[in-house]
């Protein structure tokens, strides 16, 4: 018995032999993406019509690496270079002060304007605009000015009536019109103060100049957040800046519309019964014939969201559109963006008559004709177990809608975006994008074409033109490439699926295979991890992004668990005030289901980290499943909810703060922890307060707990760079394959810049 214990412990070690990593397998972590990316041709990353023409602005890869901008005219299907990639990276350069190469333009979301003499695209999340006439470039880093004390105090800033005769404006306070002639001046309020004031950036005024209405606010409390900057670069002692930064449960500005009736000089009292707790109120909307006026408002909590109407003459105010929901109102704007998106749109059709709404009352997302004088339902648009993703264009004339929808398709990832035609009344739904993938759809100006540019994990994109009236093929523009990708051994990560929790809903992740894979051994696994409910986070599109853990000899993961968005209001409730769930009863399952079939695959020893909320679940995992993760890595996580912004843990969390925000906290669960766990945490974070992993990390000391903390001077969210991706490689090394990792510091390494 003995020897047969041995022979097959043997076996085992065997299967499980792991050869020591070196420096050289870390730099081929390090170098991964970039080797890969300068490796496919015709890969087009995105695409825009040119305002008002049938011709594409689109950015592909070229042979030899890099990417360029195209125009490609539909009409003659003639292609040419979009601008001077040398002359648009020269100008780049002297505007950022960094190296910018022609062949890697930074730009994202670009766009040509004004008769194809402008090109505006961001860099980061800064708006850019670059003249193509004299190549002369300008950011802007710093946005408009809309700091309140600027709309309470300053009669040079104004808003003018729609007749140019009137301008408004706030002085000490209070609401001002004068005539643009300067003869006239009307104080039209005097009860505004600092502590209850009339906001110049809410005013609306009527389509005939004679009413306006304006937002009169409250303060609540402005909480800030400080920072020492340890390390700053121009000089030696420390600094100590600050931020403003509302959390949960804090008390928020109050506003309340108040309407003037100008030529009369009075206002027109607006009982708030219907909008007593807003956490907001969107910017007052003006029927074309001066009916009334109407707003959104967004309940503290964000169980209830409601257009209010308030007639122009009385003020009378009434509910013309009311949703509510025993957890939560996804309250942001309906975008075609899978990683941050809501579920609200709405668009007003013959001044009011009607209304096209977007609702998951019925337990999925979908449209809604509306009657605008009662808001009651004049029929469903669109219908079933699928959600709507975007509403692309509306013809009011023709009464036809085209939108973007995913889960359509029996037998295909529910994840996979399709574009649709439907009649106002419903009928007629048509499919433009028939073929299995991920689609993304725009349309020219005119209605008459539409570019539809589709891809998966495993197929490079296609591009193609197609007429809108029949969906029939003008053109097909370009068509990726990946034989030298794959010669120089880039391998997609492959898709999987297995049932989640209910035993009936399909959860989809991927998986990234270890170089030089050996189906005979048995790799340790380790997972990606991002559950924040504003959206999904798997991949759908093609990309050549490997990852580097895969160099180390690790499968990685990524899954979509229950909780996150683009599904049934079902799946997506499992967050609510339960963010410790993370989907992870699903994500057990799969891996368990993927385990059965593939023998290398090693839950025994698994791994997890992840960023941001990513980090919140990477922790948890250790804290609320150590029978299945044993190692994770927390970047900037937001470990107590009561810490983070108010925006993001309220609308999951809920309003007021409850037991459920403890239950939740990684800070009160840190005794639990088992397992290893790295902590990272930039100095410098204005996305997550730092200060909630300090608290996280004094708690697992005092429970006598063992972890390593990164804390990273002078960084921001996210922050580590490659140093932190080094550090967080060395840490699955040794925690999961229990190896020894290279001794850093005895090798000759140049030092960062």
Known sequence: MRYVAFAVLAFICAQTSFSAVTPEDYERAAKLNEKYGDWTENVVRGAHWVQGEHVLLYDKTVAGGGHQFFLADVETGKKELAFDHQRLAAALGAATHEEVKPAQLPLRDARLEDHRSSLAFRIGYTPWRCNLKNYACKGDEDGADGSR???????????????????????????????????????????????????????????????????????????????????????????YPEIPYAKPGDVLDLPQPVLFDVAAKKEIAIANDLFPNPYELSGARWWQDCRGFTFEYNQRGHQVYRVIEVDGATGAARTLVNETSDTFVDYRPLIPEPQDTGKVYRRDFADGKEILWASERDGWEHLYLLDGRTGSVKNRITRGEWVVRSVDRVDEEKRMIWFSAGGMNAGEDPYFVHAYRIGFDGTGLTSLTPSAGNHKVAYSEDGTLYFDLVSTVE?????????????????????????????AGWHAPEPFHALGRDGKTEIWGVVWKPANFDPKKRYPVVENIYAGPQGSFVPKTFSTRAEPLTELGFVV???????????????????????KDAGFEDRILWHRTYASGHPWYDITRMGIFGTSAGGQSAMGALLFHPEFYKAAVANSGCHDNRMDKIWWNEQWMGWPIGPEYAASSNVDNAWRLKGKLMLVVGEMDDNVDPASTFQVADRLEKANKIFDLLYVPGGKHGSGGTYGQRKLEDFFVQALYGDRTPDWNALDRPAKP
Request: glycine letters at 4%; proline letters at 5%.
């Open 557 to 579: 993961v990524q899954i979509d668990g229950m909780g996150t968005n683009n599904r049934s209001k079902a799946f997506h409730n499992v967050a609510w005030k339960n963010l």
């Open 149 to 239: 004390e600027s709309s309470r105090n300053n009669e040079s800033r104004t808003v003018a009536s729609p007749d140019r005769k009137w301008e408004a404006l706030v002085v000490n306070s209070n609401l001002v019109v004068r005539s643009v002639d300067g003869k006239q001046r009307l104080v039209l309020s005097t009860d505004g103060s600092e502590g209850n004031y009339y906001d110049l950036d809410t005013v609306s005024w009527s389509p005939d100049s004679s009413k306006l209405v304006i937002y009169r606010v409250r303060p609540g409390y402005h909480r800030t957040i400080r920072f020492v900057q340890s390390s700053p670069a121009t000089q030696l002692q420390p600094l």
């Open 459 to 487: 197929d490079p994109p296609v591009l193609t033109i197609h007429r809108t009236s029949d969906c029939s093929l003008v053109l097909e523009l370009e068509r990726g490439r990946l034989d030298k990708l794959k010669a």
